[in-house]
T-cell receptor, first 111, second 115 residues
Framework: GNSVTQMEGPVTLSEEAFLTINCTYT??????LFWYVQYPGEGLQLLLK?????DKGSNKGFEATYRKETTSFHLEKGSVQVSDSAVYFC??????????FGTGTSLTVIP | GAVVSQHPSWVICKSGTSVKIECRSL??????MFWYRQFPKQSLMLMAT?????????EQGVEKDKFLINHASLTLSTLTVTSAHPEDSSFYIC???????????FGPGTRLLVL
């Protein structure tokens, strides 16, 4: 079956620190992988995606590379800002267009 | 592009009443819409998947008679929580995808509080 495992939070970082949020997946076939971000009181917004192995998704300084050999899609950012404080969800899209979400990782960036 | 709206954003109702939540795709035709429920500090739980003009497919454990879903057009899906009770209080989020669109686009969510 399909599933996504994310590192548990919460994560607290100082501004300009390096961020890594781990995500691994289990899937049948070749899923597309996504990172969504949810700011307080809001719905989910697509942050980045990758549709095939070795693809790198990037947006707003965040990056994630689709690693088929390790079934991973870790999210990274070189220098976080206070405005990056949010909950981050890793997800995969299965063959039936259904999304499977990780449990989310809460990030707090302090000045 | 690919904007999904939800209405209302907040609703407070008395126990026993029914509440309707609308989900609209504003600039694309949503052949499939999804309804999720999110509990505080938890991930999204898929409740049901609806295709335009068809009956919704509910996930295991979701009461279809309590959570009525209608997807009557390519831009509108509604979720009606019937005879709401305090345990139905939650954050309800819809998402939509269109033909040829791999990504789901999420609405901003509706927070329901049942007193």
């Amino acid at each position: 079956g399909n599933s996504v495992t994310q590192m548990e939070g919460p994560v607290t970082l100082s501004e300009e620190a390096f961020l890594t949020i781990n995500c691994t997946y289990t899937a049948t076939g070749y899923p597309s992988l996504f990172w969504y971000v949810q700011y307080p009181g809001e719905g989910l917004q697509l942050l980045l995606k990758a549709t095939k192995a070795d693809d790198k998704g990037s947006n707003k300084g965040f990056e994630a590379t689709y690693r088929k050999e390790t079934t991973s899609f870790h999210l990274e950012k070189g220098s976080v800002q206070v405005s990056d404080s949010a909950v981050y969800f890793c997800a995969l899209r299965g063959s039936g267009n259904q999304f499977y979400f990780g449990t989310g990782t809460s990030l707090t960036v302090i000045p | 592009g690919a904007v999904v709206s939800q209405h209302p954003s907040w609703v407070i109702c008395k126990s026993g009443t029914s509440v309707k939540i609308e989900c609209r795709s504003l600039d694309f035709q949503a052949t499939t819409m999804f309804w999720y429920r999110q509990f505080p500090k938890q991930s999204l739980m898929l409740m049901a998947t609806s295709n335009e003009g068809s009956k919704a497919t509910y996930e295991q454990g979701v009461e279809k008679d309590k959570f009525l879903i209608n997807h009557a057009s390519l831009t509108l899906s509604t979720l009606t929580v019937t005879s709401a009770h305090p345990e139905d209080s939650s954050f309800y989020i819809c998402s939509a995808s269109g033909t040829g669109r791999e990504t789901q686009y999420f609405g901003p969510g509706t927070r329901l509080l049942v007193l």
